[in-house]
C-alpha cells in the first residue's frame, strides 16, 4: 500500500508545489479502512541521469527525514522522468530499505500499490531463492523483469506479468508506475477500496503528473479507467 507520484518531464522551479503537495500525503493521504493514519513505513525516488536510472530509498518515515527528501529533490533539479513512492506497510517488520520503492533494474524503474497476498507463487515460478526474501511487490518487479528479457517489449512483457498474476494470485491491487527511462506507465487495477486504488492523470504545458491523489493547482484530475495501461 502507497501514495505514487510519477511526473513526465520534471523541473525542480516549475514543480516543486506539486512535489510538496505530493509530501502531505504522507501523513495525510487516503488509507485503506481500519488502518493507521499515515504511509510512513519507507520512501524512495527513482529518475534518470541522462539514460541512467538513479535511484534513492530509505526504510524510515519520510516525514522524519523530510530534510533529505526535499533537498534531493532540489538536486535533481531536472529529469525527463521522476517517481515518488511512500509505503505503508501489509507485512510486520518489513521498514528497511531493500523493501522500499521503487525498484531498479539497469533502465527500469517500477513502483507498486497494492499486496499480492500469495507472492510465493511468483517465486517459485521465477525460481528465485527465498533466502533473497523479496516481498510481493519485488516479485511482481521481477516477473515484469523476466518478461522483458524475453520479448524485449516492455508493454507486451507488462501485459504477460499481469496475466500471470490475475491467473495465479490473490490480491488487492496490481495499481503501479514504472519507466524505461522514454516513457512513463502507468496501470491502475484492484479487487477492492476502489477509491483508496486510484491514479490520477494531469498535464500543465509540456509535463504530465500521474499522482495517487489529485494534487490541486486546477490542473484537471482525471481519474485513470482500471484495466487500461496508460503509456506517456
Not at 504522507?26 to 504511509?39: E, L, Q, V
Not at 524475453?150 to 519507466?179: G, H, P, R, V
Request: proline content about 3%.
Amino acid at each position: 500500500m502507497c501514495r505514487m507520484l510519477g511526473i513526465k518531464n520534471f523541473v525542480f522551479k516549475k514543480h516543486m508545489i506539486i512535489v510538496e503537495n505530493f509530501f502531505h500525503l504522507a501523513k495525510n493521504g487516503k488509507i485503506p479502512p481500519n488502518n493507521p493514519r499515515g504511509h510512513l513505513d519507507g520512501w524512495g525516488i527513482g529518475w534518470y541521469e541522462g539514460t541512467k536510472a538513479r535511484l534513492y530509498k530509505s526504510g524510515n518515515s519520510v516525514i522524519k527525514e523530510n530534510a533529505k527528501f526535499f533537498d534531493l529533490v532540489k538536486q535533481i533539479n531536472e529529469t525527463k522522468i521522476l517517481i515518488i513512492h511512500f509505503r505503508k506497510s501489509a507485512w510486520k517488520n518489513t521498514n528497511i530499505k531493500k523493501h522500499s520503492h521503487p525498484f531498479k533494474n539497469d533502465k527500469l524503474l517500477f513502483a507498486h500499490n497494492g499486496t499480492i497476498y500469495n507472492y510465493d507463487k511468483i517465486s517459485k515460478y521465477l525460481n528465485i531463492d527465498t533466502k533473497q526474501r523479496p516481498l510481493d511487490s519485488e516479485l511482481y518487479f521481477l516477473l515484469l523483469l523476466y518478461h522483458y528479457k524475453k520479448s524485449k517489449d516492455l508493454m507486451n512483457a507488462y501485459n504477460e506479468t499481469i496475466n500471470f498474476i490475475s491467473k495465479n494470485c490473490k490480491y488487492s491491487s496490481l495499481t503501479c508506475l514504472f519507466s524505461n527511462g522514454e516513457n512513463l506507465f502507468a496501470f491502475r487495477d484492484y479487487k477492492k477500496l476502489s477509491k483508496y486504488y486510484t491514479l490520477f492523470l494531469a498535464n500543465e504545458q509540456n509535463s504530465f503528473f500521474i499522482s495517487s491523489e489529485p494534487l490541486g493547482l486546477n490542473l484537471g484530475w482525471y481519474l485513470l479507467k482500471p484495466g487500461h495501461l496508460l503509456k506517456v
